[in-house]
């Protein structure tokens, strides 16, 4: 087996040689999914699980791509004002964080959080990468008391759970028609390179795609069953303290209507590296973002049949101008003003980014108070 000598990085060499023994072991054709968990979490190779600069708002800083909470500061603290109602209707004092990244959002929310005279007795961040772990905890130092790190879900869990651009960068699987056959796309090792190959499956997308165009798309089981561990997780600590759960998940995405438009034909999968954007995730792995939008619908449903209320589904627009955005940017500096701006802009993330929540319980959370869309699920 020959080895890519892309890069004199010693872990993208070995991630190289990681996913070529995993085709080997899996036959010689490997499903994206799995290649995409590889490329993106092989302990201390993978994207997210290697040293590189992943969060800035420059390519000059290192960085691939920035989130909200590096954008304004204002986005964690308009959050905040979320996260202390759900906080009071759970009855709870912890708030748990799916990769926080940076550490920028859960800074910005435990100062606003205090700041509001919130008591937070614990915040737990969920993240598998050490190099981010190390970035975070250096952030965090004023509130390290009461700040944790685990790498898996405890059998119970209650509180409010956030999860920014977490989703998105769940793995999937890809699905091709071609002359109105449905294949599953998977990676293959040949001529020394890794290379697309499409075999006939069973799967199909979770609605017709009408048409007998050729169109690609992806399917989104990872994150459905994310979901539904993490209402297992909800009933479980509701069961044992009487105490429920609440979870917002921002991301980019559409409902099932719009994901599996007939004229989407080419999917959403995108990768980033350098604060630019293309469509091939098979070039220089281990060292670029791999993405795919959210089909909130299934995400929904997948809630729903857990067992848990869908308390909400909107822009990210709306969700946090009805937070109060506003109000503190009226004399805010005009640099500091625009960066929010870019949090709401229809042409920036304020329309294709969305908030959804669910809980134990049901009530209306302030955040959808104007503009729910939860009927277009």
Not at 206 to 234: K, S
Not at 340 to 353: D, N, P, S, V, W
Not at 354 to 373: C, H, I, N, S, Y
Request: net charge negative.
């Amino acid at each position: 087996m020959n080895i890519p000598q892309l890069s004199n990085d010693p872990d993208q060499q070995a991630l190289h040689t990681l996913i070529q023994r995993s085709i080997a072991d899996a036959g010689g054709w490997l499903g994206f999914d799995r290649f995409m968990a590889l490329a993106l979490y092989a302990p201390g190779m993978g994207y997210y699980a290697n040293s590189l600069r992943k969060f800035g708002l420059s390519p000059e800083s290192g960085s691939d791509f920035a989130t909200a909470p590096e954008m304004s500061q204002h986005f964690g603290r308009t959050l905040a004002q979320q996260v202390a109602e759900a906080l009071h209707v759970t009855g709870t004092d912890e708030v748990w964080e799916f990769g926080a990244g940076s550490g920028a959002l859960a800074l910005q929310l435990l100062d606003s959080l205090g700041q509001m005279g919130v008591s937070v007795k614990r915040y737990t961040i969920v993240d598998l990468s050490g190099s981010l772990r190390a970035r975070q905890q250096a952030t965090l130092v004023a509130h390290a008391p009461k700040v944790h790190w685990v790498d898996a879900l405890p059998e119970q869990l209650s509180g409010v759970v956030l999860g920014n651009e977490v989703l998105d960068a769940m793995p999937v699987q890809l699905l091709v028609r071609k002359a109105g056959v449905w294949h599953e796309r998977g990676v293959v090792w040949r001529a020394d390179a890794l290379q697309w190959e499409d075999r006939v499956s069973d799967l199909r997308p979770p609605m017709e795609v009408p048409g007998e165009h050729d169109y690609l798309t992806e399917i989104h089981n990872q994150a459905q069953a994310f979901v539904a561990t993490l209402a297992d997780r909800f009933k479980a600590g509701e069961a044992a303290t009487g105490k429920g759960a609440a979870a917002f998940l921002i991301d980019y995405g559409f409902p099932e209507s719009e994901y599996f438009h007939p004229q989407r034909s080419m999917g959403t999968l995108m990768c980033h590296q350098r604060h630019k954007s293309d469509a091939n995730p098979l070039v220089d792995v281990g060292r670029k973002d791999i993405t795919a939008h959210v089909n909130f619908t299934g995400v929904a449903l997948a809630a729903q049949d857990a067992g848990l209320q869908v308390l909400g589904y909107t822009t990210q627009a709306h969700f946090l101008i009805n937070c109060g955005l506003l109000p503190p940017l009226v004399d805010a500096p005009l640099a500091e003003k625009s960066m929010a701006q870019k949090l709401i802009t229809e042409h920036e993330m304020g329309e294709l980014f969305k908030v959804l929540a669910f809980g134990t319980t049901e009530w209306e959370p302030m955040g959808f108070a104007q503009g729910d869309r939860s009927y277009a699920l």
